[in-house]
Nanobody, 124 residues
Framework: VQLVESGGGLVQPGGSLRLSCAVS????????IGWFRQAPGKGREFVAA???????YYADSVKGRFTISRDVAKNTVYLQMNSLKPDDTALYYC???????????????????WGQGTQVTVSS
């Protein structure tokens, strides 16, 4: 399984970005995709997840601002990020797992497959 993120960049506070996670080698509807981020000097933080292709979950810090979605035909998962804040600055990773259970979604240790990350910088 290969996950490739794209769409990061530099944006002003209040702006928007859409991250993409292209998945190859895995097309099962049961595959769970999560987005995580890691700022310098901090641990890897859960952002959002699409659980088994159906249900969405968000960290409280991004709820109402970020939206995770999926294009089945393209086998790509998106993270639409609106109203960005400087605190959102981080390296963003998508991760996947075919055996995810609900309680394990927020922990990065429960995902087997990882992309290389894409940098998001929110600054004026």
């Amino acid at each position: 399984v290969q996950l490739v993120e794209s769409g990061g960049g530099l944006v002003q506070p209040g702006g928007s970005l859409r991250l993409s996670c292209a998945v190859s080698g895995q097309s099962s509807s049961q595959y769970t995709i999560g987005w995580f981020r890691q700022a310098p000097g901090k641990g890897r933080e859960f952002v959002a997840a699409l659980f088994r292709g159906r249900n969405t979950y968000y960290a409280d810090s991004v709820k109402g601002r970020f939206t995770i979605s999926r294009d089945v035909a393209k086998n790509t998962v998106y993270l639409q990020m609106n109203s960005l804040k400087p605190d959102d600055t981080a390296l963003y990773y998508c991760a996947g797992d075919s055996g995810m259970i609900l309680s394990s979604i927020p922990s990065h240790r429960n995902y087997d497959d990882w992309g290389q990350g894409t940098q998001v910088t929110v600054s004026s």
